[in-house]
């Protein structure tokens, strides 16, 4: 059985920092291209970010030089490290796993980002 599980949304003031983690189980993690993509109330999900397996990055416009994405591949687990974060940086955040080789996808459950004063 696939999971992957979210873990470190939270509340944070504008300005300040957040690492949502994402573990994996069930995949060969080493193999497939890592994402996080958000959702905010009324809006579509967009991507934010992605690691491809041999590291390469991809990030959103909107996030560029604020998120990065990291993986582990021995944890099985992929980051995000969000500094300078904006009200509109507030969302549900989901892990998101993609082997296109074998037409494979899983979305995690989500953590809640909410960023306020």
């Known amino acids: 059985q696939v999971q992957l599980v979210e873990s470190g949304g939270g509340l944070v003031q504008p300005g300040g920092s957040l690492r949502p983690s994402c573990a994996a189980s069930?995949?060969?993690?080493?193999?497939?291209?890592m994402g996080w993509y958000r959702q905010a109330p009324g809006k579509q999900r967009e991507l934010v970010t992605t690691?491809?397996?041999?590291?390469?990055?991809n990030y959103a416009d909107s996030v560029q030089g604020r998120f990065t994405i990291s993986r582990d591949n021995s944890k099985k687990t992929v980051y995000l490290q969000m500094n300078s974060l904006k009200p509109e940086d507030a969302a549900v955040y989901y892990c998101?796993?993609?082997?296109?080789?074998?037409?494979?996808?899983?979305w995690g459950q989500g953590t809640q980002v909410t960023v306020s004063s």
């Open positions: 998101h796993a993609d082997h296109r080789g074998l037409h494979l996808n899983y």
């Open positions: 069930g995949i060969t993690f080493s193999y497939y291209t």
């Open positions: 690691i491809t397996s041999g590291g390469s990055t």
